[in-house]
């Protein structure tokens, strides 16, 4: 993308690595202090693209930001809230989970029984049995939502004791994750048409263990706004929008920037043709109420 440079100074590429950076936000939100600025000069625009990143899959499909169920009897306002480990979960795991959870003495005092779930392999769907058949309602505190295939379904209550997942469960965790930076004029949008700080995103094609790499083929450049760049703040979030949950891992990036000239916005010329015989005819009624 060299033909993006077509100012007297050339490419500068800067190499992040999140143990070095000059503030630990969270694992996944760093800020760098650059030492020496990144000044635009008056007839310079600064392009700016990650050109690559390495990150560990080192997080879970359930962690902090969506591992509680909320449940109820129906017949009482009181929810019992259940809140699950930090893991990479199958669909077995997940129910024999709940199951110990829901069976446990402070939520049973709760609920006033005790419920069971299980896990269908075969359908991919977790079905909910109470012990005496009793109806329960899960309430909208509940954030294992694509998990146990309640997403767009809350609040749900059991039909005579028993509750199948409305959705196929999704144990698949993020599919993507996306690289922010919180500081600079980055005008791409989310799904509402938000301003987003989103610079790239990244597919997960890796297993868990293993490194996540995205290496454009080809660097997508992004005009921003800034005449000086003095910091860099990046947060790196998943689908919906939460930072992830690194557990401690160190990762790496590389943004690239570009300069280019800023040149003077051009009028097609039949535009201003257009303009000036609007001019003109409105002349020439101006000079006709003047003589009447």
Request: aromatic content about 8%; overall charge negative; glycine content about 4%.
């Amino acid at each position: 993308m060299s033909h993006l440079s077509d100012a007297h100074e050339g490419s500068v590429s800067i190499f992040l690595q999140s143990n070095k950076a000059t503030r630990d936000i969270t694992d996944a939100n760093k800020i760098w202090e650059l030492e020496e600025q990144i000044v635009a000069d008056p007839h310079i625009n600064l392009l700016i693209s990650l050109t690559s990143l390495e990150l560990p899959y080192a997080f879970y499909n359930v962690n902090a930001t969506n591992n509680k169920l909320s449940i109820k009897a129906s017949t009482s306002n009181t929810f019992a809230e259940i809140e699950v480990d930090s893991k990479n979960y199958s669909g077995t795991q997940l129910a024999t989970t709940l199951t110990s959870a829901l069976s446990a003495s402070a939520v049973t005092n709760i609920i006033g029984f005790v419920i069971t779930c299980a896990f269908d392999d075969t359908t991919n769907k977790f079905t909910f049995t109470s012990s005496s058949l009793n109806n329960y309602t899960i309430g909208t505190n509940t954030t294992l939502l694509k998990e146990l295939g309640l997403r767009g379904q809350l609040p749900i209550t059991s039909a005579t004791g028993i509750l199948i997942s409305p959705n196929v469960c999704n144990l698949s965790g993020s599919s993507s994750c996306y690289l922010r930076i919180n500081n600079l004029s980055i005008n791409n949008r989310d799904s509402r048409g938000n301003l987003s700080g989103i610079l790239a995103k990244i597919n997960i094609n890796a297993n868990p263990g293993e490194f996540i790499f995205y290496n454009a083929f080809e660097s997508i450049y992004y005009q921003i706004s800034d005449r000086v760049i003095s910091s860099l703040d990046i947060t790196l979030t998943d689908d919906n929008g939460n930072e992830l949950l690194l557990n401690g891992i160190d990762w790496s990036a590389t943004l690239t920037l570009n300069q280019q000239k800023i040149r003077e916005r051009q009028i097609p010329q039949k535009y201003l043709l257009s303009e000036i015989e609007k001019l003109r005819e409105g002349n020439n009624e101006i000079n006709d109420k003047q003589k009447k």
